[in-house]
């Protein structure tokens, strides 16, 4: 399916492009200069032109200095033709201009990177987009060493433009090793301080535990249907309470982790509130006791199969109400949309503000449906032989989420980028872990029951479905890491055949456009109002709508630089 989906897309800017890091500093010339020169020297063939990256406050200067910016378009262009046309998206009308007979000449006379000082040459990044004439030449550019030195000339796949994170491109590449292991304790010590969080809510689910801690509720606990609401429901009420923190801190983490693309960075998240999740969710709240009883797990590791054979019933009933209150509440909440429902009450009733939000489109928030979707995964697998009363449930909430968030994707969502089924390998592996996890503890029921034939017998499914994972890896996992060449070559061909090259390439500079990208967001005055993004070829001059973007690239490249 990911090949299907590579094969039939249109032509992707990202399979032409690679993202070069590492680059390094020369006092003689520029960092433009140094990439032009060594893929002019060793990819002559393929080698098409490229794509600075300029530092996030320079970039922010020029979404300030909007004005200013068609300022300098005016002297340039002989003239402009101004008129109105209806916009079919607000009923209105908007201000449209013509360009007629761009300097685009004169702009890059006065532009060229070779004359910068060297206080204007500091504002570019160690980082570029390098663009090549074939898709086979940017994958073996992106997965072959380009130095001796491997932190020099770092080189892989670019992401899709909408997908690029433009803020990290900054980061020095030396730092990001550095900054993973910092986010790698920085998240480990943040799930070990939210175990006190979660052996509180764990204690409430034992009456003699609350009893000792609070003595007054004594009585109040005699009445069965309190008991039933102070310990089987209220301790998973709170539990969700304090894992909605979880998701923006991993978000955060990941930021700090120095990701190049929105989908790497939200996958990485994912990952983490996922093994979050799975730790301080299941394990913490099936192994009873203390904060300590429950660190002692570490030195007792093969006991852990015959622990969860005897404390993963005990918490059914827990697990069976988290499932109500977490799954099914937690599609309610995604149908109404409740927190922007929220934001649009303030917004009109209290604030009373009748502009409408310009940034109101939402993306699906993988990063705390899947890790949720995979845990009610292993609590079907690891409860089915235990207490198979919590199946019912969970196959209510399998059907339900298929249709709320199949409703959801197609009509809510808008998708800004694809990342063909990146996230699949995370739901595998969490599914063969599930089911593996769900073996063992069967061999240590079946032990239990002093049954040694039944748990010999379940020892050979374990080693099958480690094998069966062996084989998906070698003969799947691949295709999510690199791009098969004989697929790259063939849609070469067609390309070349079909005529569509030339097309490709003048598009390749304008979607990596750093400064494009962040000009389309900016909110002109009415005097330079601009009906819709109107995206041209770099080779178009004469557009019939709005100010030609290659025109507005040359224009903002040259205040970037003054």
């Known amino acids: 399916m990911r090949l299907a989906h590579i094969t039939g897309s249109h032509p992707n800017p990202s399979h032409f492009t690679v993202l070069v890091r590492g680059i390094p500093w020369s006092q003689d010339h520029s960092y433009s200069k140094s990439v032009e020169s060594f ?50 998206l ?6 449209t201009f013509k360009l007629l007979q761009n300097g685009e000449d004169s702009i890059r006379s006065q532009t060229s990177i070779d004359e910068l000082h060297p206080t ?55 730092q990001v090793w550095v900054r993973k292991i910092v986010v790698l304790l920085i998240a480990l010590a943040f799930v070990f301080v939210f175990l006190f969080p979660v052996t509180l809510v764990q204690g409430l689910t034992h009456p003699h535990v609350l009893t000792r801690w609070f003595p007054q509720i004594k009585e109040v606990l005699k009445l069965q249907f309190l008991n039933r609401l102070v310990t089987g429901y209220l301790p998973s009420v709170i539990l969700i309470l304090f894992l909605y923190t979880v998701p923006p801190i991993m978000m955060l983490l990941s930021r700090i982790e120095g990701n190049v693309s929105r989908s790497d960075r939200k996958r990485s998240a994912c990952i983490k509130v996922l093994y ?48 109500l209150s977490s799954g099914w509440a ?20 209290i604030l009373r503000s009748k502009k409408e939000p310009t940034n109101i489109a939402l993306t699906f928030p993988h990063h705390t449906e899947i890790p949720r979707l995979l845990l009610f995964g292993l609590l079907g697998f690891t409860l089915s032989i235990l207490a198979p009363i919590i199946l019912p449930f969970l196959l209510v909430y ?8 199949r409703n959801q994707i197609l009509h809510v969502y808008v998708t800004k980028y694809e990342s063909a089924g990146q996230f699949w390998p995370i739901v595998h592996n969490a599914t063969i872990f599930s089911l593996v996890l769900t073996q063992v503890i069967a061999v240590a029921v079946l032990a239990m029951k002093k049954s040694p034939m039944a748990s010999g017998c379940t020892i050979p499914l374990i080693i099958i479905s480690l094998l069966f994972n062996e084989y998906c890896r070698k003969r799947f996992s691949q295709v ?83």
């Open 398 to 405: 399998f059907f339900l989420a298929f249709l709320v968030y």
């Open 480 to 562: 999510f890491k690199r791009n098969p060449a004989q697929v790259l070559i063939e849609m070469d061909r067609r390309d070349e055949q079909w005529g569509k090259e030339e097309g490709i390439y003048n598009r390749l500079r304008s979607e990596y456009c750093q400064l494009a990208y962040i000009s389309r967001d900016l909110t002109i005055s009415k005097d330079f109002s601009v009906a819709g993004p109107n995206r041209q070829s770099s080779t178009d001059h004469n557009s019939p709508q709005g100010v030609n973007e290659n025109s507005l690239k040359q224009a903002t490249e040259l205040e970037l630089r003054q």
């Open 39 to 88: 893929f002019s020297t060793y990819y002559p063939d393929t080698y098409v032109d490229h794509q600075m990256i300029y530092r996030p406050s320079t970039v922010h200067k020029l979404k300030k200095d909007a004005k200013k910016m068609y300022r300098i378009l005016r002297p340039v262009e002989t003239e402009y033709v101004r008129g109105d046309k209806p916009c079919y």
């Open 120 to 174: 204007q040459i500091e504002k570019e990044c160690p980082a570029a987009f390098v663009f090549f004439k074939n898709r086979y030449a940017a994958v073996v550019a992106a997965q072959v060493l380009q130095s001796s030195n491997p932190m020099l000339w770092v080189t892989q796949l670019a992401p899709e433009p909408h997908d690029v994170y433009w803020s990290n491109l900054g980061i020095p590449y030396k």
């Open 90 to 95: 607000c009923g209105g009308t908007a201000h």
């Open 330 to 349: 937690s599609l309610a909440f995604e149908l109404i949309q409740l927190f922007a429902l929220i934001c649009n009450i303030l917004r009109r009733f």
């Open 276 to 323: 979050f999740t799975i730790w301080n969710v299941f394990f913490v709240n099936v192994l009873s006791g203390s904060f300590i009883n429950q660190m002692s797990i570490f030195s007792q590791i093969k006991e852990l199969p015959m622990m969860l054979a005897k404390q993963v019933p005990t918490q059914a009933t827990f697990f069976t109400t988290y499932v």
